[in-house]
């Protein structure tokens, strides 16, 4: 049996003290326009970084030893929470202080990486309080939650979000268990709110099964997804083509740098376009790194501190 992921301590991101109301307000620019990145040829690599312990700044400090182009293409701040607020009883956005933190040091934490090319993406995930992607209780309620999510996209400069369905813990609350509808409305009317934006899917939890409703299927809508158990392969089950898939999923630093190349060597030979990992953290990980920039790109990988 696998073992999800992702680190069960969360203190700060789980937190259930009060809920913290989005001022929405001018919508933030993205300073300087981002410098052309070295041209990299093969899969779109992507790096989760837990905020609460680690800086979004480690994302941009490798590049490939051959040509000098970033190792990583996607940033994924991990992560802001649905919510629920009891008195609206209604889905709210969520951040904890160390997400908070980061986007509102965007000048230095968020946009010295899309300097460099690197798309930087909101991960949305689960609080225990009942409150899902797959519950809204009608489409309005759906709506009204992606326009939280569009509008921080907005305000912050960010290139997108990515979904996590974890730790919902449906019916918490007196929440509704998981429907058909809920994520199909969702990740329908995100779309339509940032149609050049990313959306991507961690390909867990009930809302990841429900693509599909009232003859709409909202797979097309995503720009990749993922494995969600990291160390192993897993082709997730939707409808894109290989190019948006990254059935390889590894945690740096706690997948053998063996098993990294492998998967990396995989992704490869069998034409899949996009390579997970998680939890950059701070140290000098060029080895782990090099182990599937290697097979990824024919090359090692360069830190720089």
């Known amino acids: 049996m696998f073992t999800p992921v992702r680190s069960r301590v969360r203190t700060a991101a789980l937190a259930l003290s009060a809920l913290t109301a989005l001022a929405f307000g001018a919508t933030a620019t993205t300073g300087a326009a981002a410098a052309p990145a070295s041209v990299k040829q093969g899969p779109t690599s992507v790096a989760y970084v837990e905020v609460n312990n680690n800086s979004m700044l480690n994302v941009g400090k490798y590049t490939l030893a051959n040509g000098g182009g970033n190792v990583f293409d996607v940033a994924v701040i991990f992560a802001a929470n649905i919510n629920y607020d009891t008195g609206t009883k209604a889905a709210t956005l969520y951040f904890n202080e160390n997400v908070q933190r980061v986007l509102d040091n965007a000048a230095n934490q968020i946009r010295?990486?899309?300097?460099?090319?690197?798309?930087?993406?909101?991960?949305?995930?689960?609080?225990?309080?009942?409150?899902?992607?797959?519950?809204?209780?009608?489409?309005?309620?759906?709506?009204?939650?992606?326009?939280?999510?569009?509008?921080?996209?907005?305000?912050?400069?960010?290139?997108?979000?990515?979904?996590?369905?974890?730790?919902?813990?449906?019916?918490?609350?007196?929440?509704?268990?998981?429907?058909?509808?809920?994520?199909?409305?969702?990740?329908?009317?995100?779309r339509a709110n940032m149609p050049d934006k990313i959306v991507?899917?961690?390909?867990?939890?009930?809302a990841a099964s429900r693509l599909s409703y009232g003859g709409v299927d909202v797979s097309s809508k995503f720009d990749y997804a993922w494995n969600p158990y990291y160390g192993t392969w897993q082709v997730p089950g939707i409808a894109l083509p290989k190019s948006k898939l990254s059935p390889a999923a590894v945690e740096i630093g706690g997948t053998s740098q063996s098993t990294a190349a492998d998967l990396a060597?995989?992704?490869?030979?069998?034409?899949?376009?996009?390579?997970?990992?998680?939890?950059?953290?701070?140290?000098d990980r060029s080895a782990d790194v090099s182990a599937f920039t290697r097979e990824l790109y024919g090359s090692d990988a360069n830190y720089a501190p």
């Not at 429907?179 to 969702?186: C, M, P, Q, T």
């Not at 060597?265 to 140290?283: C, F, I, K, M, S």
């Open 112 to 190: 010295p990486l899309q300097q460099k090319g690197i798309k930087v993406v909101l991960s949305v995930l689960g609080n225990h309080q009942g409150a899902g992607f797959a519950n809204f209780p009608s489409q309005q309620a759906a709506s009204t939650f992606a326009k939280q999510l569009s509008d921080t996209v907005a305000k912050y400069g960010l290139d997108g979000i990515d979904f996590d369905d974890e730790y919902a813990e449906y019916g918490n609350n007196g929440t509704g268990q998981p429907n058909d509808s809920s994520f199909v409305y969702l990740v329908s009317a995100l």
């Open 200 to 206: 991507s899917l961690y390909n867990i939890g009930p």
């Open 265 to 283: 060597r995989r992704t490869v030979g069998e034409g899949y376009g996009v390579y997970l990992t998680y939890n950059l953290d701070g140290a």
